[in-house]
């Protein structure tokens, strides 16, 4: 195994990190500054030190923590449905040609539907409980899915599968062994795309309408005018999205070297 050498250039994690904290905070200390001297309007933006005193009082109150619960269960849920639902689809194309020729026309075009634009109607039906954000987060996550196990089905080899038919393999036994471990890196693949759409539909459901969740208190936020509260959601929606991404992608990671040395 050859290991590539680290380029003395190249900048340390470390280094890296470093820099971008200062980044976060040059910006933080820019915006406080303008906001004190005039040149940045506190109602429209707000101020890092009035956001900060916003934020303190949501987490002794336990608000954020209700609500950023509620969005990452939303989210979890979704993206676990919407990923095995999309693998199980994509994968049931192969069994079919046919089946195939009719499904795929019709999962493009669900994909080609603006399906935010159908939430009112997914809030209408489960109503404004967990149901309709898990329902928002697998639709969105259940088609790129679809079509990307989709996509591996007929990346195949075929003259593999032939092969194996030539032997004497049963159409099962070319599945089990040749269709899904072929696919399995294209399906860890896209695992990190698929977290974001989950918690992209998990926030539109609580937009239109919710009990609980980031969303819904920017939502309400916004209708106050209370633009503090606002930042402490988008601030809080971040560290949550960074997280989920951090998770998926060490999933992701352990998932590909798994694959990598079972070949």
Do not use: C
């Not at 934020?55 to 979704?78: C, E, H, M, Y």
């Not at 967990?130 to 003259?159: C, E, F, H, P, R």
């Not at 038919?165 to 471990?181: C, D, E, I």
């Amino acid at each position: 195994m050859v290991r590539r050498r680290k380029d003395a250039r190249e900048p340390g994690a470390w280094g890296v990190a470093a820099a971008r904290v200062g980044v976060v905070v040059a910006v933080l200390a820019l915006w406080e500054v303008g906001a004190r001297a005039g040149l940045v309007d506190p109602f429209f933006w707000s101020q890092p030190s009035r956001i900060w005193q916003t934020a303190v009082t949501a987490f002794q109150s336990g608000d954020i923590l209700a609500n950023a619960r509620f969005t990452f269960t939303s989210t979890v849920l979704g993206f676990v449905l919407g990923v095995v639902g999309g693998v199980v689809l994509g994968l049931s194309f192969w069994w079919s040609r046919r089946y195939a020729l009719v499904a795929e026309p019709l999962v493009i075009a669900f994909e080609a539907m603006p399906k935010l634009a159908l939430a009112p109607i997914v809030v209408l039906v489960l109503g404004l409980g967990l149901g309709s954000k898990v329902a928002m987060a697998t639709a969105l996550v259940i088609v790129i899915q679809t079509l990307n196990t989709y996509s591996a089905v007929k990346a195949v080899d075929k003259d593999l599968t032939t092969l194996l038919y030539s032997l004497g393999a049963s159409r099962w036994q070319v599945f089990t062994k040749v269709v899904v471990p072929s696919t399995l890196p294209w399906i860890a693949s896209s695992l990190r795309v698929a977290i974001g759409l989950a918690l992209t539909g998990a926030i539109v459901g609580e937009y239109i309408g919710s009990t609980a969740g980031l969303g819904r208190m920017i939502h309400y936020a916004g209708s106050t005018y209370d633009i503090a509260l606002i930042w402490v959601g988008v601030f809080t929606l971040a560290i949550l999205s960074m997280l989920l991404y951090v998770v998926v992608s060490g999933v992701e990671k352990r998932l590909l070297k798994g694959l990598t040395h079972s070949r």
